[in-house]
């Protein structure tokens, strides 16, 4: 795969960071999506969707890659925490 004319996949043939944002990029244009859409778009999906399943964000870091205490990761904790913990939860509003 090439992106902006050179090669964007590694010698093994594996994915590389720059390829999954390629492909990110051509279905979100292809789903007519708008916004910024990346290959960090997977790793932010997986990680509040991780959250909201009510996994443990140490594992959740572990499994993607981020550093213990990892500031951007706690963000996307307390995005989904927020939410979930929200008074407004479950009184139909």
Known sequence: MNRNGSSI?????????EAAAEVIERLADA??????????????????A??????????IARAAGWADGSRVLARYMDD??????????????
Do not use: Q, Y
């Not at 913990?85 to 509003?93: C, H, R």
């Open 9 to 17: 996949g590694d010698l093994a043939g594996r994915m590389t960071a």
């Open 31 to 48: 789903a007519a999506l708008t916004g910024t859409w990346s290959g960090h778009s997977l790793r932010c999906g997986f990680a509040t």
């Open 50 to 59: 991780a959250r909201a399943a009510g996994h443990d964000p140490l594992e």
């Open 80 to 93: 989904v925490d927020r939410v979930k913990n929200s008074p407004l939860v479950g009184i139909g509003l």
